[in-house]
């Protein structure tokens, strides 16, 4: 099925998050729509899926004019989303989540679990998923989960399928599994819209590529454009893809890690005897496949893993056993993997979310009162540093495009008075320009003297930015190895090969 978007116009109060889009999708083509973060891709995508209402313009499936009142009606016309926040039911199963929000009569009249049951399954064998109906799906990795979601969009026949994002959240790995399914399906004929920062993918699978900046159109792009050509159409400026880093200053050892274990609540050890030292100025990477224990280091540094045995020593003090609070107020900025989740609360202010940990102290409050000036200005200059794209410093933070919430999350944190900065994935769901400052704001963090601890599942980025790499598999290290290391030493660390 052909797609037409003509003259889409989207406004939220006064900001104009669409200006007059129009965006043309062949059956059989990859279309990727790019566009700096806040660009308005994910709120075009929710007007097309019926998410969302336009002021203006006009969507046609065929060269005919349709209307949606609502995602159901998307779905029954064809179209399916996989969405950059996963919509899925956590506690429910793979088919209960496939037969939700679809019409209940598709299925007879009732869900019809049995149905559904064989559909995931048909459809699990068609691209080689792999899905067990019954699995519960917050059970699952995060790239099962997606397939969950692209059965979800297949189940009713989805001629037009839309990805936004969905490779922020996948393995290397992974992220070619998805290329392959998304390949199949073209061959088949759908049409995909497919939004991503990466350029490497955007060079592997697109057919035609449409780049927004600040919500209109800039022009359309071919894919034998060069890399460098891509991220300065999304920006409007020539960006660096490459890390410049001067050589590290070590100095003493100050962050120390020994004999560090710990168990998952079914008794399996997430971490195994994990031993490694951080000098102030340097930055050691943990790299490794998601889901072998990184997440849980990250949490045993930060309190949050109540039963883990062994040290972690910060300049001498010991952090284990310490609660998230007071490991904050040891001088601990961290940056979580899942920042909707753990890096802000949602219905805050960006303002709000900047001083979250802090609103109780000075420069904050003066005796009982919150000194409203100096956040203000605070806030004001800290989203205009980290280029927060919104109108103001009082919006919710949920309603920021993601690129954008994992801004205010860096900017918090960077900004607090640090003795050690962890950060996991901190440049997930950033655009090229974006990653290009926080890269910047990173290695300046690591020339001013402190020990920098960053949790990276990309090789790129990992060896780019670490002074030291440490391949964490299966809850152990094993390997510390210097970055100019050879990436086939690397990835055989990564499939648990000692160095
Ligand atoms: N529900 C909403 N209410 C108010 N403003 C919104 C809402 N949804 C999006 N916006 C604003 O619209 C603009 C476009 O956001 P959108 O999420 O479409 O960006 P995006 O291109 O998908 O960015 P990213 O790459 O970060 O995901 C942003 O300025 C965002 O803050
Ligand atoms: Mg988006």
């Known amino acids: 099925m052909k ?49 969302y209402h336009a002021d203006a313009g006009e969507i046609l499936l065929d060269d005919k004019v349709v209307n949606f009142a609502g995602p159901g009606d998307a779905m029954a016309a064809g179209i399916g989303m996989v969405h950059q926040h996963f919509m899925l039911i956590p506690v429910f199963t793979v088919a209960e989540n496939v037969i939700l929000g679809h019409e209940p009569t598709k299925f007879g009249g009732v869900l019809d679990m049995a149905a559904a049951r064989v559909k995931v399954r048909e459809i699990s064998d068609q691209f080689g998923f792999d899905l067990d109906p019954d699995a519960i799906v917050g059970d699952l990795p995060v790239g099962v989960q997606q397939r969950v979601e692209i059965v979800k969009a297949l189940i009713s026949n989805a001629q037009i399928l839309i990805f936004d994002e969905p490779t922020a959240v996948l393995t290397p790995q992974e992220t070619d599994e998805l290329m392959a399914i998304m390949k199949a399906l073209r061959e088949r004929g759908t049409a995909i819209v497919f939004i991503t920062h990466k350029l490497r993918e955007v060079k592997e699978v697109a057919d035609k590529i449409t780049v927004l900046r600040l919500g209109k159109v800039v022009g359309e792009a071919s894919p034998q454009e060069s890399a460098n050509e891509l991220a300065s159409m999304m920006v409007g400026r020539a960006v660096d893809l490459e890390i410049v880093k001067e050589p590290a200053k070590l100095g003493d050892a100050s962050f120390v890690v020994s004999g560090l274990s710990a168990l998952s609540h079914n008794g399996t050890k997430v971490l195994d005897d994990v031993s490694f030292e951080i000098h102030k100025g340097e930055i050691l990477v943990i790299a490794g496949v998601q889901g072998n224990g990184q997440t849980e280091l990250t949490e045993a540094i930060l309190g949050l893993q109540y039963k883990a045995t062994g040290s972690i020593k910060l300049n001498g003090e010991e952090l284990l056993g310490k609660r998230v609070k ?17 890096g802000l609360v949602a219905d805050f202010t960006i303002a709000e979310n900047l001083m979250l940990d802090r609103a109780d102290r000075k420069p904050f409050v003066s005796g009982l009162n919150l000194r409203l000036a100096y956040l203000r200005e605070f806030a004001t200059k800290l989203v205009q540093q980290y280029d927060v794209r919104t109108q103001s410093i009082e919006t919710k933070a949920g309603k920021l495009s993601g690129g954008n919430q994992q801004k205010v999350v860096l900017a918090r944190e960077l900004s607090r008075e640090l003795k050690l900065f962890v950060a996991s994935q901190p440049t997930r769901g950033l655009d090229v320009g974006s990653i290009e400052f926080v890269h910047e704001q990173i290695v300046k963090t690591r020339n001013s003297g402190l020990p920098v601890l960053i949790v990276a599942t990309e090789l790129d980025e990992a060896v780019q930015l ?34």
């Open 3 to 51: 797609l037409e978007l003509r003259g889409i116009t989207k406004r939220f109060g006064s900001l104009v998050a669409n200006e007059n889009v129009s965006l043309l999708v062949q059956p059989g083509e990859i279309h990727c729509l790019l566009g700096e973060n806040g660009a308005g891709k994910s709120t075009l995508m929710n007007v097309l899926y019926g998410l």
């Open 326 to 342: 007071q490991v904050l107020d040891m001088g601990v900025g961290f940056v979580p993997e899942d920042r909707t989740e753990d």
């Open 466 to 499: 670490g002074d030291r790499i440490a391949v964490m598999y299966r809850g152990k290290i094993v390997g510390i190895v210097p970055s100019t290391t050879p990436r086939q030493v690397l990835g055989q660390m990564m499939a648990g090969i000692s160095a």
